[in-house]
């Protein structure tokens, strides 16, 4: 998120060629790259455009609150400038980060998923030969990866755990050596 607000403040500002503003009358303008929908009663759709060349480049799903600022629940990026979504960020009720889907190589698949919880990521799950199918799993402590859980045979099931200590180590370790599921085999 924070490479989206550095995109938005290096923008170029558009240049005022109303110069006589103070003589018409007083409408709502708004940055030529952002354009707001109303999809209901309850929901906008704000679509920017940060390249200025007509195609969206974010998308920001925001439910409309009486008194207050209106509440993103779903934030849309494209990437790679092809017009389609490449990273879908989900909020929960207060606005908080809940989960992100990623399309790492643009093929319009989610090939990365994070949870988070009191905005940490606490679980990732990755799609590493773009299968359609997770095989990695990562589980963090603090922002910090403290598991690992892998399908390295790509058959669904994992095979490979790694638990991993404080400086980033694998400490144990355990493999599934007859394909069923379940650790035969661990390292200390």
Known sequence: MFTILLIFGCMKKPANTDTDAAETEEVETRPPYLSIQNLDEQQILEQVDMELDNVVDIWNY???????????YEKHIDINRDGIADSKTYFDSEGKISREEIDSNFDEKTDIINYY?????????????????FDIYRYYENEVLRRREQDTDYNGKVDLWQYIDEYGQVKKWGRDIDGDGIMDTREE
């Open 62 to 72: 925001k439910h409309k609150r009486e008194g207050q600022d209106d509440l993103i």
């Open 117 to 133: 919880q009191s905005e940490q990521r606490v679980s990732s799950q990755l799609d590493t030969n773009f299968d359609g199918n």
